[in-house]
T-cell receptor, first 117, second 115 residues
Framework: AQKVTQAQTEISVVEKEDVTLDCVYE???????LFWYKQPPSGELVFLIR??????QNEISGRYSWNFQKSTSSFNFTITASQVVDSAVYFC??????????????FGKGTKLSVKP | DSGVTQTPKHLITATGQRVTLRCSPR?????VYWYQQSLDQGLQFLIQ???????AKGNILERFSAQQFPDLHSELNLSSLELGDSALYFC??????????????FGSGTRLTVV
């Protein structure tokens, strides 16, 4: 069965600190996709990144970076120089092949990040 | 605005009642997914429709049902409501059945409170 584990329930940092959110996944599919979403206090789900299982290149987007390692089934997310506006719940998600229940997203429990000024 | 419209944004109802949540997918998207976000269960997949047909079911209760209409909007019907059904219900749409290839667009959610 597919599973996503975000072991960190809550993280609190002070502004300008770097923070890494961990995500470990389980799947038997050889082709799959990994996602990160941000849920600010307003409640909507904001898409951050999608990565397919064949692309292990790390990605950087501004202060955000992602480290995908198939060998450890991890897809970690780092925020550099955190800001108060980064305070939110962050979800890692996995999607398998279409059909059955695998074409949808399997979400982790989320990590609540609080960035204090 | 993501392009996925969910109505109503908030709903308060009593136990035992029935409610209908509505989702209009992004223009051109054929696939609609429903998710439930509750404090104890987290974000869980409920059901998927593609071009009017049910394609996948997740942890959806028998008291819940959904459909997708010819104009591609979808409705999620929740009946015999219990306190534990209080949650944020999200709709997501995608252009294809193989949604992961193209990505998902989420609506802003309907917050249901059962009292």
């Amino acid at each position: 069965a597919q599973k996503v584990t975000q072991a960190q329930t809550e993280i609190s940092v002070v502004e300008k600190e770097d923070v890494t959110l961990d995500c470990v996944y389980e799947t038997r599919d050889t082709t799959y996709y990994l996602f990160w979403y941000k849920q600010p206090p307003s409640g909507e789900l904001v898409f951050l990144i999608r990565r397919n299982s064949f692309d292990e290149q790390n990605e950087i987007s501004g202060r955000y970076s992602w480290n995908f390692q198939k060998s450890t089934s991890s897809f970690n997310f780092t925020i550099t120089a955190s800001q108060v506006v980064d305070s939110a719940v962050y979800f890692c998600a996995l999607s398998g092949m279409p059909g059955g229940s695998q074409g949808n997203l399997i979400f982790g429990k989320g990590t609540k990040l609080s960035v204090k000024p | 605005d993501s392009g996925v419209t969910q109505t109503p944004k908030h709903l308060i109802t009593a136990t035992g009642q029935r409610v209908t949540l509505r989702c209009s997918p992004r223009s051109g998207d054929l696939s609609v997914y429903w998710y439930q976000q509750s404090l104890d269960q987290g974000l869980q997949f409920l059901i998927q429709y593609y071009n009017g047909e049910e394609r996948a079911k997740g942890n959806i209760l028998e008291r819940f049902s959904a459909q997708q209409f010819p104009d591609l909007h979808s409705e999620l019907n929740l009946s015999s409501l219990e306190l534990g059904d209080s949650a944020l219900y999200f709709c997501a749409s995608s252009v294809a059945l193989a949604a992961a290839n193209y990505g998902y667009t989420f609506g802003s959610g309907t917050r249901l409170t059962v009292v």
